[in-house]
């Protein structure tokens, strides 16, 4: 798997599991609402883990990366956090203890480490990250 097809994996994910709000990815242009919730998806490549040698299309590495979610929802009337918390814990759930694709025998993504930060207001918005730490292998 390379990077390119693990970013379409998540992707994949998450068209069609997550129907909650607008997401958008790190690099595309993008309005977000001025009064809906909306989530940035943003990967971050971490160093590898770890790399066999041999002939080309024989190596294997491990590939560490970082998806990051950034939920923005509309500050609440009560406790301007919680609307945007109960979105990032739903995103979390998507990934969290869950391969992608779950397809038996397919090489996939290894979601580790899953956290929910919360950010707080932006303007009009709250902000909670999700951070999903993972690794895929990837044959070269």
Known sequence: MTPVEALQAIAA???AEWAATVVTYDGQRFDPPSDAAWVRITIRDQPTR???HGNIGARQATRAALLIAQ???PIGEVDSSHPALELAEQ???LFEGR???DTPGAECINFEDATVRRIGADGGFYQVNVNLTHTYPQTF
């Open 13 to 15: 994910r998450v068209e």
């Open 50 to 52: 770890k790399v066999t």
């Open 71 to 73: 939920v923005f929802a």
């Open 91 to 93: 995103f979390r759930a």
């Open 99 to 101: 391969d992608v694709p």
